[in-house]
């Protein structure tokens, strides 16, 4: 299989968490700024490179624990997502969320779960 497009940058890992408020301020009291605050998700952000991790609340059913590699340029999810798909490998639909970005998900050959994520060059969007 080859890409025309590879990855660059692993930008965020997803963990499940039971209490969605005491994840959130054990990560908040570890320096990570809030960026995105949900009744069942919330999303963070560490550092300069804006390294990301989402926390996913009991209620959360739109993905689970994933890794998430970030792209800058949507052209390049849609290319390795049609690359994936010609060379056989199941592949989720392409994704407008409502923070500005858009993925697909997939499993690795190992069956853990990724995420091809385009974020755009002004990042996340905050709604907090």
């Known amino acids: 299989m080859k890409l025309s497009q590879g990855v660059n940058r692993i930008g965020h890992i997803a963990l499940r968490v039971e209490n969605l408020e005491r994840a959130k301020s054990f990560y908040i009291k570890l320096g990570m700024n809030l960026v995105w605050d949900d009744k069942d998700w919330?999303?963070?952000?560490?550092?300069?490179?804006?390294?990301?991790?989402?926390?996913?609340?009991?209620?959360?059913?739109?993905?689970?624990?994933?890794f998430a590699f970030h792209f800058e340029n949507k052209k390049e999810v849609e290319n390795i997502q049609n690359d994936l798909k010609n060379s056989g490998v199941k592949v989720g639909p392409l994704h407008e969320h409502r923070d500005g970005t858009a993925s697909f998900y997939m499993k690795d050959t190992e069956g853990n779960w990724l995420e091809m994520l385009y974020v755009p060059p002004e990042g996340i969007q905050s709604n907090v």
């Open 42 to 66: 919330s999303y963070l952000e560490a550092g300069k490179g804006k390294d990301g991790l989402a926390l996913l609340g009991p209620s959360y059913k739109a993905a689970g624990p994933h």
